[in-house]
């Protein structure tokens, strides 16, 4: 199986680290309707807590989509896993903090 993100420069989990430790690192998130992460992978499993919520949509890199909806005050667990990036398909800005537990 050949690993399509191998030659591929990927971008940061969010924005900015507002908090980091030996056991966790958060960081920060926002989207304005219309804007997407650059791809990027989780390493670490993570909580996403959703500030503002918004109608987001993840794309893997190998074209998968899949709805993301994520409710104001809404909590989300998820796994490590593939190469993808969020895009705010909504019409409200997106604002989270992402938890990666290490």
Do not use: C
């Not at 690192?25 to 926002?30: A, F, P, Q, T």
């Not at 993840?58 to 809404?74: M, N, S």
Request: negative net charge.
């Amino acid at each position: 199986m050949t690993d399509l993100s191998a030659d591929l420069e990927l971008g940061p989990v969010g924005q900015e680290i507002v908090y980091e430790n030996d056991k966790v690192r958060v960081w920060h998130i926002r989207l304005e309707p219309g804007e997407r992460q650059p791809l990027h992978r989780h390493d670490h499993p993570y909580l996403v807590i959703a500030i503002q919520g918004a109608k987001n949509v993840v794309q893997t890199i190998d074209g998968t989509t899949i709805d993301a909806d994520e409710p104001t005050g809404g909590v989300v667990y998820r796994d490590p896993g593939a190469v993808h990036m969020l895009t705010n398909v909504g019409d409200t800005t997106y604002l989270a903090r992402l938890v990666e537990l290490k």
